[in-house]
């Protein structure tokens, strides 16, 4: 079956796209601008709610990004970004890949839309200000652990890593990197360093 991706620059997509490179897997990716609701022809024939990313194998279809980097590490491991079951930090592992989203970037998209998606009358410089300061104390949790880990579980690199990291990519495209403490900075520079993030956003 060949994996297939399709992808918009420095969007949720990075993280799949990040963990097939470090897997060394061979993939077909679709390069699209963003929105590709608007901007991708016959996008949403393929992808109906028309959010990014878009993951096919064979005839499995997936749009949630940190869902298909645990189905990739699950399917074509076994492979040291994954956190088994037998493992202590399994636990932590599975929270921060649903944390990453549902807690860090979640804030960050109601930012990217109330300060450049909508148009200039319906932007709202309360919203943008309540919800970069939601990130803000959200990535407390963050700080905490990598105070004391270079990584966040397992005493390793896993998808979990990517997860998060995307979300501190994604605070830097919003001009948020700014508010990021020290462990987290230091955290975030590491993940920058990885020649598979340096690949994933160079495509």
Same mark, same amino acid.
């Given at each position: ?8 620059? +420095?969007? !949720? $997509?990075?993280?799949? /796209? ?6 060394? *897997?061979? #993939?077909?990716?679709?390069?699209? %601008? ?62 921060? +890949?649903? !944390? $990453?989203?549902?807690? /860090? ?6 930012? *990217?839309? #109330?300060?450049?998606?909508?148009? %200039? ?69 590491? /993940? ?12």
């Amino acid at each position: 079956m060949v994996l297939k991706l399709w992808h918009c620059s +420095l969007s !949720r $997509s990075i993280r799949p /796209l990040w963990t097939m490179e470090e897997m060394g *897997l061979d #993939y077909e990716l679709v390069c699209m %601008k963003f929105p590709p609701r608007f901007l991708h022809s016959g996008y949403t024939d393929i992808n109906p709610i028309g959010t990014v990313p878009f993951f096919t194998d064979g005839f499995v279809e997936m749009t949630e990004s940190s869902g298909i980097c645990q189905y990739l590490v699950d399917q074509y491991g076994p492979t040291s970004l994954s956190v088994g079951l037998n493992e202590p930090d399994y636990g932590p592992y599975l929270n921060w +890949l649903h !944390r $990453s989203d549902a807690t /860090l970037t979640f804030p960050q998209t109601l930012v *990217l839309r #109330y300060s450049q998606l909508e148009p %200039k009358e319906r932007r709202h410089t309360q919203v943008v200000q309540d919800y970069s300061q939601w990130f803000f104390s959200r990535l407390r949790s963050l700080e905490s652990v990598v105070k004391k880990r270079e990584f966040l579980c397992a005493d390793r690199f896993t998808i979990a890593d990517i997860s998060v990291g995307f979300a501190l990519l994604f605070a830097e495209t919003l001009g948020l990197r700014e508010g990021f403490k020290e462990h987290t900075e230091a955290y975030y520079v590491r /993940l920058k360093t990885r020649p598979a993030f340096i690949k994933a956003c160079s495509l």
